[in-house]
């Protein structure tokens, strides 16, 4: 239920699905109340058209006080359907006919038959209630009022035609959910069929099977399956002169005591070539890279032709179906396109920074000013999936600007987010939360979270090299901790934490000010807050 409610295609079907069910459910909850309120209206029309014939038939015998002749006349009635009684009384309440005998004579003295005296002469509804309608019009004589002539009808018939109407719309609703589900389930599958198959052979590259390729179909989804498969090619291409370098290389290293004259030569001619291989593969990386921007960019040209089709008025498109397909491109396809956004930008980052070690031989440092706020927002939005799916909160409080390299702040920000969300505590929804403080020599980072915690015999091991500490469930090779205070420490800042197990750690980044560090000149960028 859980793969369900969190994949692309499990919410398109619950979504038509609750949208279909809902719009039949109003439609039929509208039909049996109009058809209710059709039979009610109905049966208040016979009943006040048969008494008012009735108190017409009836004013001569009144006149008369012929008991017989009214009683012939009510039996003349006696055969309407749910008749409950029918009466005629005198003006002063006295029942001169009734459709039980033993009530002749009498004289009726309820609240409803009081009601009468005072009442202006004309056929009015005394009673009505679901069980039974009472109706009265007057007997007049020249406009004068000597009687009331009164029915009394029941409404089982109308009950037994509503629950009729009641329990065909249920049957209807259900039959309509069913295809409901059925037309859901065969959008889903069009709509993600090709991102479900892309993603089972990058799975398989991933598992090892270099060899897996995507079928390349029709569409959008198509063009990126093409592009991604040149990108395996590229990959597979690169590993293959990789795998012949290092050959090269140890070939080199064999023969390196027999040719000393040649060693300093030809190990210069092997550095030269692995730096130019090293540009080679990352502009080979670039070259996909520049393609799956491009294929977006159709897709999104794409996908605004769809809106401007779904925006022109025409009956060729269900209202409810356009709604639902103007929700899912703006809430679905839009956010997965700024993902993939953002995600080329953080690799285009990457890729530069392959081309600043194949030039330089390890990385170089540029520090500019740079708006922590930014960059923790950007570094939460590529996580902002897996949070929400475990139903966790992220909170960012108001950052300063420092000072430091973009790329290495990005990668500091991005591991400690990225342990809080994978060392939570299962069955706890993540609660992470980024603040800072400024002190005169610098900016010190705080990123809390409410996880497993750190053992304090553990804080210290946590940061060594390929050390892991706790319960070892989950994928890593120990290295991140490490990576980020060698981060720091480039920038001559400090790196610590304070935990407790079970409830959560807070890791403390310290970033100084140049002005302080030993040297400085105070040529850095102004910071400001």
């Known amino acids: 239920m859980t793969g369900l409610l969190t994949s692309l295609r499990g919410r398109i079907i619950i979504a038509i699905t609750l949208v279909h069910a809902v719009l039949m459910s109003l439609f039929v909850f509208d ?117 009331w002539a009164r029915l009394g009808i029941g409404q089982e018939r109308s ?24 037309f859901a389930v065969l959008l889903a599958r069009s709509l993600t069929g090709g991102l479900y198959r892309l993603l089972e052979v990058a799975e398989a590259v991933r598992s090892g099977r270099r060899d897996m390729r995507a079928e390349v179909e029709p569409g959008e989804v198509g063009r990126v399956a093409a592009s991604f498969n040149g990108m395996l090619d590229t990959l597979s291409e690169s590993e293959r002169e990789l795998r012949q ?59 605004r032709e769809l809106r401007k089709i779904l925006d022109e008025p025409g009956e060729a498109v269900p209202a409810a179906t356009r709604r639902r397909i103007q929700a899912i491109l703006a809430d679905d396809i839009d956010e997965a396109m700024a993902f993939i956004h953002r995600a080329t930008i953080r690799m285009d980052r990457q890729i530069n920074a392959i081309l600043t070690l194949s030039r330089l031989g390890r990385q170089t440092l540029r520090p500019e000013t740079v708006d922590l706020g930014e960059v923790a927002g950007s570094v939460v939005a590529l996580h902002l999936h897996e949070i929400e799916t475990a139903g966790g909160t992220v909170t960012i409080d108001p950052l300063p600007t420092v000072v430091a390299d973009r790329l290495s702040l990005e990668q500091i920000v991005g591991n400690l987010v990225s342990n809080a969300i994978k060392y939570r505590v299962a069955g706890r929804p993540p609660v992470l939360s980024l603040s800072a403080d400024r002190s005169v020599d610098g900016v010190t980072l705080h990123v809390r979270d409410n996880g497993r915690g750190i053992a304090p015999g553990d804080i210290q091991r946590a940061f060594e090299l390929f050390r892991r500490v706790g319960v ?13 205070q060698t981060l720091v420490r480039r920038h001559q800042g400090r790196l ?10 807070t890791f403390h980044v310290f970033l100084p000010d140049p002005a302080f560090l030993p040297g400085s000149q105070d040529s850095r960028p102004t910071a400001q807050e």
């Open 159 to 182: 009950h037994r035609a509503l629950q009729a109407v009641t329990l065909n719309g249920g049957f209807y609703i259900l039959g309509a959910i069913l295809i409901g589900v059925l």
């Open 496 to 505: 610590w934490c304070e935990s407790v197990p079970g409830e959560g750690t």
């Open 472 to 484: 070892q469930d989950t994928v890593g090779e120990g290295m991140g901790l490490p990576y980020v």
């Open 31 to 147: 039909l049996v109340s109009r058809q209710r309120a059709f039979l009610h209206r109905e049966q208040i029309e016979r009943t006040l058209s048969l008494i008012q014939g009735l108190a017409r038939t009836s004013t001569s015998w009144v006149l008369a006080s012929d008991v017989s002749g009214l009683q012939e006349q009510l039996r003349g009635v006696s055969d309407y359907p749910d008749l409950r009684y029918a009466m005629v009384v005198d003006q002063d309440g006295k029942v001169l006919a009734h459709t039980d005998h033993r009530l002749v004579g009498r004289t009726v003295a309820d609240a409803v038959s009081l009601s009468l005296n005072t009442a202006p002469p004309e056929p009015r509804v005394l009673v009505d209630s679901a069980r039974v309608i009472d109706v009265a019009a007057p007997v007049l004589e020249q406009g004068r009022l000597i009687g």
């Open 245 to 303: 370098t290092s050959r090269t290389l140890i070939h080199l290293n064999e023969t390196l005591e027999r040719r000393v004259g040649e060693r300093t030569a030809d190990l210069a001619a092997a550095n030269e070539e692995v730096r130019n291989f090293a540009y080679i593969v990352s502009h080979d990386l670039r070259a996909p890279l520049v393609n799956i921007q491009g294929f977006c960019g159709e897709l999104g040209l794409g996908v």
